[in-house]
T-cell receptor, first 115, second 113 residues
Framework: GAVVSQHPSWVICKSGTSVKIECRSL??????MFWYRQFPKQSLMLMAT?????????EQGVEKDKFLINHASLTLSTLTVTSAHPEDSSFYIC???????????FGPGTRLTVL | SQQGEEDPQALSIQEGENATMNCSYK?????LQWYRQNSGRGLVHLIL?????REKHSGRLRVTLDTSKKSSSLLITASRAADTASYFC?????????????FGKGTHLIIQP
């Protein structure tokens, strides 16, 4: 099946710094990718939709200036958590739908810990 | 996006028994998907059922969908220790990968050896 990768798999940073997370579709092109956040023992919550060649669309309650999304190419989307704080510590997961299918392929996730 | 409910939230059964998990959702959908997540890892896609389908099978998995009740169930037959994981249903309103998925709260399944 289709493969989606994320980098890094985990990151620890100091409060106030910015962290960039990459999401790549390895064997297919994705004009749209999705970013989710998952807090411990909770479900996944959709944060935003990343659109190649246009601005990302954010879910209600997600600050677009804090979570910067750039869909640089048909295989790469990046999520930058700016001025990270401990409450941003979470598991961030991206997904990409393969064209003309309903199935979304998820990356392995990035665990962010902000000290 | 509003999350659906899943029950039970946790389920512990003996190896070899069948496990049933239920999921309810709130809006009309194009399709519903079930995913498995091992602790601290990414999601593995299990099965997708479209709104015009009522039942689907894949190996030891059986999924049903009742759009009138806005509910779905996942049955895992002859469970194995390796099935221990969290299971989530996720719904798509538009289909075709056009929208992000709305996830249920999940069921944590433990298979006792």
């Amino acid at each position: 099946g289709a493969v989606v990768s994320q980098h890094p798999s985990w990151v620890i940073c100091k409060s106030g710094t910015s962290v960039k997370i990459e999401c790549r579709s390895l064997d297919f092109q994705a004009t749209t990718m999705f970013w989710y956040r998952q807090f411990p023992k909770q479900s996944l919550m959709l944060m935003a939709t990343s659109n190649e060649g246009s601005k990302a669309t954010y879910e209600q309650g997600v600050e677009k200036d804090k979570f910067l999304i750039n869909h640089a190419s048909l295989t790469l989307s990046t999520l930058t958590v700016t001025s990270a704080h401990p409450e941003d510590s979470s598991f961030y997961i991206c997904s990409a739908p393969q064209r003309n299918t309903d199935t979304q392929y998820f990356g392995p996730g990035t665990r962010l810990t902000v000290l | 996006s509003q999350q659906g409910e899943e029950d039970p939230q946790a389920l512990s059964i003996q190896e070899g028994e069948n496990a049933t998990m239920n999921c309810s959702y709130k809006t009309s959908i194009n399709n519903l998907q079930w995913y498995r997540q091992n602790s601290g890892r990414g999601l593995v896609h299990l099965i997708l059922i479209r709104s015009n389908e009522r039942e689907k099978h894949s190996g030891r998995l059986r999924v049903t969908l009742d759009t009138s009740k806005k509910s779905s169930s996942l049955l895992i037959t002859a469970s194995r220790a390796a099935d221990t994981a969290s299971y989530f249903c996720a719904t798509s309103y538009s289909g075709g990968g056009a929208d992000g998925l709305t996830f249920g709260k999940g069921t944590h399944l433990i298979i006792q050896p």
